[in-house]
């Protein structure tokens, strides 16, 4: 639950990791589970969160190289939840459609990061534009009070 | 941080302690590969207990790692995927289906102890 009382919303608890590194998907995804516990998700979901955030920040850097992943406390009316916002200025992604499809990888993986990650979370949107970079932004709610 | 392997018999222990990036999966094959050539093991239990989360990375590389020392003579067991890890891996689909498994160490030997 809130510490202290304080509003989930606003600047001052908003996580930033710069990824850059095989470490900092570890550092990000222990980021990830701390905020979603101050904002109350227990057991599964925060291993939930801490998948997703796995999957979009080691494409970071395999796609990418760098970028960064924010994790901030969230709410809306009377629900909290937990935003996860995973950016880089890498090569974009020419084809969503198909990145989104299960089992579709221009690497080695398992072409299961970007579908596994909307699966894990409650909302998930994705940005990309060719030579600019990608921006994937999920959410998840905890389920009421 | 290196996973610690324990030779025990005919077998190796993998323990993992600690979240792992993506480089100590990689050590951890290189080492197991190694071992089982090594010390002619004819099983591996690797005990995931200690992992905060398995993700695809994770789940392939543990799936390769029971294949590359099955041809080497070695049968892999997993132990230890904790409920919440478990649940996560299906929302994310991942398939391990062809990785035994077994829900701790005890089990795990039984389990060797049967097929070796
Ligand atoms: N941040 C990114 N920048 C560029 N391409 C990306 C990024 N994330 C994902 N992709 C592309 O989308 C594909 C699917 O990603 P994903 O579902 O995570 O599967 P995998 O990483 O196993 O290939 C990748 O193979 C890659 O081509
Ligand atoms: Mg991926």
Redesign the pocket.
Known sequence: MLVDGSPPSGESSEEIVGIASDADVVTARHTGRRVAESVGFTGSDLTMISTAIS??A???I???VT?EVVVSPISEGSRVGVMVV?R?N????PDLDL??RDG??????????????RRLMDEFAIA?QVGE??T?VVKKWTRGL | MAVPILKQGKYLIASIQSALTDSDMVSLREDLMEQVGRYRSRGIIIDVTALDVMD?FASRSLRNIAYMTKLRGAETVLVGIQAEVAYAMVQLGTNLEEVNTALDLEEGLAFLDQLT
């Open positions: 999957e979009l080691r494409n970071i395999r796609y990418a970028g995973a880089d890498g090569p974009g992604i990145a989104m579709f990888t221009t690497g080695t993986g398992m072409g299961l990061g970007l579908p596994g990650a990309s970079g990608t994937v | 695809s």
